[in-house]
């Protein structure tokens, strides 16, 4: 199996504040997590990828002191949004990558973060 | 870059057969992937293409033509749980694996 669990599912947090959200991979080992951001009727957008043990690699205008994310284990990654404003609400994926001939990511089933 | 275009909406009908197309204009070319994702869900992975050729998977085939940059996705027998978006992604060459996807197609299957 390839299954990736995020937690929270669903959030709802006042402007301000931060949230912080897991990515897990259950039941196999990523070295590679990477983190989506999608808005409604859009498509994914990719934020970072995120390397155990290493510092994450951002993409252009994704801001890395704002969306700190860890990557401690081969299992866990984390995404912190800092200083939440009202458009920050989106749903936010996690993947991971399973190793293999194909590479394939699999995705967590998703956080969708309501700021107030 | 990377620019990858997907119509955005189809319409099919239940027990019938549906191409989904992509096409893409990239900065080099590491595979192809199809998603599933129902609203409000996480993407699901439905096919990976590298090579050119037809990959079939039951009910799914997924096309890659990479001299056209070209692919589609074919659903056959269509059910009413199809109706979904589906997403094409590209994997640009590189060591991060990751993958740019399209903005999806909206599939609604009717009775």
């Known amino acids: 199996g390839a299954v990736v669990s995020q937690h929270p599912s669903r959030v709802i947090c006042k402007s301000g504040t931060s949230v912080k959200i897991e990515c897990r991979s259950l039941?196999?080992?990523?070295?590679?997590m990477f983190w989506y951001r999608q808005f409604p009727k859009q498509s994914l957008m990719l934020m970072a990828t995120?390397?155990?043990?290493?510092?994450?690699?951002?993409e252009q205008g994704v801001e890395k002191d704002k969306f700190l994310i860890n990557h401690a284990s081969l299992t866990l990654s984390t995404l912190t949004v800092t200083s939440a404003h009202p458009e920050d609400s989106s749903f936010y994926i996690c993947?991971?990558?399973?190793?293999?001939?194909?590479?394939?990511?699999?995705f967590g089933p998703g956080t969708r973060l309501l700021v107030l | 870059g990377q620019n990858i275009d997907q119509p955005t909406e189809m319409t099919a009908t239940e027990g019938a057969i549906v191409q989904i197309n992509c096409t893409y204009q990239?900065?080099?070319?590491?595979?192809l992937f199809w998603y599933q994702q129902h609203a409000g869900e996480a993407p699901t992975f439905l096919s990976y293409?590298?090579?050119?050729g037809l990959e079939e998977k039951g009910r799914f085939s997924s096309f890659l033509s990479r001299s056209k940059g070209y692919s589609y996705l074919l659903l056959k027998e269509l059910q009413m749980k199809d109706s979904a978006s589906y997403l094409c992604?590209?994997?640009?060459?590189?060591?991060?694996?990751?993958?740019?996807f399209g903005a999806g197609t909206r599939l609604t299957v009717k009775p």
């Open positions: 293409n590298v090579l050119d």
């Open positions: 992604a590209v994997r640009p060459p590189g060591l991060n694996n990751d993958m740019r």
């Open positions: 993947s991971a990558e399973k190793r293999g001939a194909q590479k394939t990511q699999y």
């Open positions: 990239t900065s080099g070319f590491n595979g």
């Open positions: 039941d196999f080992q990523a070295t590679t």
């Open positions: 995120s390397n155990e043990g290493s510092k994450a690699t951002y």
